[in-house]
């Protein structure tokens, strides 16, 4: 049986940025990147102001030292797992 990092077909970097998730109803949760890759990121952190629904679009906004400017994108959640959730970049 193949494990999850062999039936992926994109490789992942171990990254830690801290993110900013802001759902389009208005809510905004702060989580941290565990890793990404070239379609998406996986990002973990309590927080349960703000319910994030499989399918839905929101913007997520790195901020960082190495930034001259917050990199902002939208995503779609894709999946939640018990360590955390799963965003596609569109």
């Not at 049986?1 to 993110?19: C, G, H, I, N, Q």
């Not at 998730?21 to 949760?29: E, F, K, N, S």
């Not at 995503?75 to 955390?84: C, I, L, M, P, S």
């Amino acid at each position: 049986m193949l494990s999850e990092a062999e039936k992926r077909k994109r490789p992942r970097m171990k990254v830690s940025f801290d993110v900013e998730v802001r759902h389009p109803l208005g809510g905004v949760a702060r989580y941290q990147t565990r890793d990404m890759s070239d379609t998406g990121m996986f990002v973990v952190g309590e927080n349960a102001n703000v319910a994030l629904k499989v399918g839905e679009i929101v913007r997520v906004l790195i901020e960082t030292a190495n930034f001259v400017e917050p990199m902002t994108m939208d995503v779609r959640v894709v999946r939640h797992t018990v360590d955390g959730k799963a965003l596609s970049f569109i």
